[in-house]
């Protein structure tokens, strides 16, 4: 079992930055965000495994960066040059099967999700 607790949410204008924070039990294997927006199928945004590869969704490569913090068992998401359409529910995830693909069916744990909200 892995639990997880995502925080670090809230509201910023469009051009803000964020960060994203879930605390983990324990590390899974592979650890990703995943978003969803009011009306629309929950979808990956980034993915982060135990040998540090990583996988980005196209529409936040270059703005949104996954990291791990070992000593506090802690994943990141830096989110910069944040747009509305970001505006979503933020969730954290683990798996212990090594995937970098931001697939919501190769995650088995969640957490409860942080609402993000980006105003124009």
């Known amino acids: 079992q892995v639990q997880l607790v995502e925080f670090g949410g809230g509201s910023v204008q469009a051009g803000g930055s964020l960060r994203l924070s879930c605390a983990a039990s324990r590390y899974g294997v592979s650890m990703g965000w995943f978003r969803q927006a009011p009306g629309k199928e929950r979808e990956g945004v980034a993915v982060?495994?135990?040998?540090?590869?990583?996988s980005y969704a196209d529409s936040v490569k270059g703005r949104f960066t996954i990291s791990k913090d070992n000593a506090k068992t802690t994943l990141n998401l830096q989110m910069s040059s944040l747009k509305p359409e970001d505006t979503a529910m933020y969730y954290c995830a683990a798996d212990d099967k090594w995937t970098t693909r931001l697939r919501v069916s190769d995650f088995g744990y969640w957490g409860q999700g942080t609402q993000v909200t980006v105003s124009s």
């Open positions: 982060i495994t135990n040998n540090g590869a990583t």
